[in-house]
């Protein structure tokens, strides 16, 4: 009996997730055991197979293996995952990814929408607004009013008996903006020369070419002459030609539809988010398109209807704007009054979810904010909002870098959240480098030593105190503090913002010093990026590097945005003796099966579409006359599969004199320099993180001195050993006469800085305002805000 009472049941041994033989992307091998139920850090600097081992391959193979108990129908709608290149993978359990992608930009999201606080509030509203006016579709800006008549039939025994029958439903969408809160006022010029007639293509929208079939349908229309200019159309045939509702028509002897330039213009480009517009569509949208705030609404996207039925004096469109602060507080008090079942419950579940919200230091943004607005870093942290009242346990957690976009000060918030999570009984994996967040990490996992070819290794694994221990660069840094500058630079002139009062900012007045290292501090929602971006002064030479995505096809890499390949293929085409085309994938050089994708697209109906390697050029993406043709004993193919490191000693000329591209070396020289040596200079443009494409648009501006650079959060997805790097890059960028703004949290960013300016104190509209101006050592000296008692405690550890 002693001995079955003392024996583990066999359910309970399985207490790690095992990994075999990992060899993803530059995994080399790599084998661990990561505990289960505990709170596991994966540090190494970037590229070194953090993400390769935590997202590539635990939880690709988590959630790969969950897409399987799909029906086939379903599958058809998720993303095809391939098994990872690993020889064992046991122990999984269900993985849920909380990464930094962006919300999804439709014009229709808000923050109150991507969570469940719009739909508690609608119900809340139908329950106890007054004049009551509906269920809660007719307190929604995304549900329209309809009104419909006709006839139905209905089964009587034997007999069939039409009856008239209505339909109707109440929505809250305005019919004016049609829930977007913004009507747009077109400029016709920018549409069209009327001096042309249709014949000689007029058009200067993009994509409407004079041999489109955009273009064609308007000159075989039949509703106004071709042949004659525009500005001569008669009245009626001038509202056909911008306004007319679709209308079906023959052209030669195929059935199109019709429709004015005008809603076909809104359809096809005013009703897509800004932001997610191809470059030359936006810079046309921006020329030609005027947004204004809808004059029947007053850009709340509601009807009128809605924004007159109150609780205790105040709409819906009224507690959406709030901040959620503000609403919180609301909510509460209504929960004193409200006790009955039908109302307390939603109550309830709506004090919870601002709860979290203000606990997650989102507290500062309103409902209402769209979704596509939101940084990376507060779209992760409104994503992990649904998760921290889940009941779900024995899930494994991924976050990746939690921290990014927090200042010192939120982060211990944020560490209590991974701890929470943890603490339901859940694994909770997370890649980051802030040492804050890897002190509390119950176990560690260090990958490198380097990155690219030179990492994928397994470095340590085991507590913080060995991580300290350890003769590791992360090891080896995880107590290293950068210095308090002793010297700083003088200032050349200023740029002046005036009366700045774009979101929380309180007509702010400040100049922002030319000619030095500026960085600009605050808690997240303190008003920096509104001051920043929003703010400086029109016509200014400013240029903005950020971590939006780089618009390009999948055929877009880094070889070709900096236009490395140009100097690289001439240089080929030059010492062969042939032409320089024969050297792109996207021309003469192209495989011809593959197109020069390297990969062959299968369609499958209502399945998702799969992608296989080309078994013609087996994935090398050029015929294969061309790969005799080499430069320096590499061919194509092959120098796109090198790293920027490796490429930059071959076009150098230190392994071969003859393949010395001077024009290519600059480039790559610039890469290496912003810390992406380890890139590969042919991976897609798709596969970078955020801080990956700021460095490689940051690398653009390398070597061109005067102006001014913007940087969004340099130090995102840096290891602490590659911080150093950076801070001597941007001295040589001021050094060579270029002004440098950074926003920024990093605490070794700020002590280097020449001039830091304080947002604060706090966030929304706590926020919005200059609390300090000066030099670091000034600010530690002052020591009043936030950011000055986090840095004073940096610099004194």
Known sequence: ????TSSVPSADAHDVIRVRGARENNLRGVSLDIPKRRLTVFTGVSGSGKSSLVFGTIAAESQRMINETYSAFLQGFMPSLARPDVDELSGLTTAIIVDQERMGANVRSTVGTVTDANAYLRTLFSKLAEPNVGGPGAYSFNVPSVTASGAMTVQKGAKTIAEKATYSRVGGMCPRCEGMGQVSDVDLTELYDEEKSLDEGPFTIPNYSPDGWYVKIFVRSGFFPADTPIKSFTKRQLHDFLYKEPTKISIDGMNMTYEGLIPKIQKSMLSKDRDSMQPHVRAFVDRAVKFIECPECEGTRLAEHARTSLIDGVSIADVTAWQITQLARWVEDLRGRHQGPT????????AALLDAFVRIGLGYLSLDRPSGSLSGGESQRTRMIRHLGSALTDITYVFDEPTIGLHPHDIATMNELLLALRDKGNTVLVV????????????????GPRAGSHGGQLQYEGDVAGLRAADTLTGRHLGSRAALKEQVRERTGSLQIRGASQHNLQEVD???????LTVVTGV????????????????????VVDQSAIRGSRRSNPATYTGLLEPVRKAFAKTNGVKPALFSNNSEGAC???????VIYTELGFLETVSTPCEECEGRRFQASVLEYTLGGKHIAE?????????????????????????????LRHLDEVGLGYLTIGQPLTTLSGGERQ??????????????VVLDEPTTGLHLADVGTLLELLDRLVDAGTSVIVIEHHQAVMAHADWIIDLGPGAGADGGRVVFEGTPAELVADGSTLTARHLREYVGG
């Open 432 to 447: 980051e480098h802030k040492p804050e967040t890897i002190a509390i990490a119950d176990h560690v996992v260090d990958l």
């Open 510 to 516: 400040v100049d922002v010093p030319l000619g030095v």
């Open 524 to 543: 997240a929602g303190s008003g920096k990026s509104s001051l920043i971006h929003g703010s400086l002064p029109k016509g200014a030479d400013v240029t």
């Open 343 to 350: 109302v307390a419950p939603l109550l309830a579940n709506l």
């Open 592 to 598: 011809p099966v593959c197109k020069g994708n390297g």
């Open 639 to 667: 120098v796109l599969e090198m790293s920027v490191e490796d490429a930059l000693a071959h076009f150098s000329g230190q392994t071969d004199p003859a393949a010395k591209v001077p024009a290519a070396a600059k480039i």
């Open 695 to 708: 460095r490689l648009k940051l690398a653009m501006h390398m070597g061109t001195a005067g102006g001014t």
């Open 1 to 4: 009996m002693t001995a079955q």
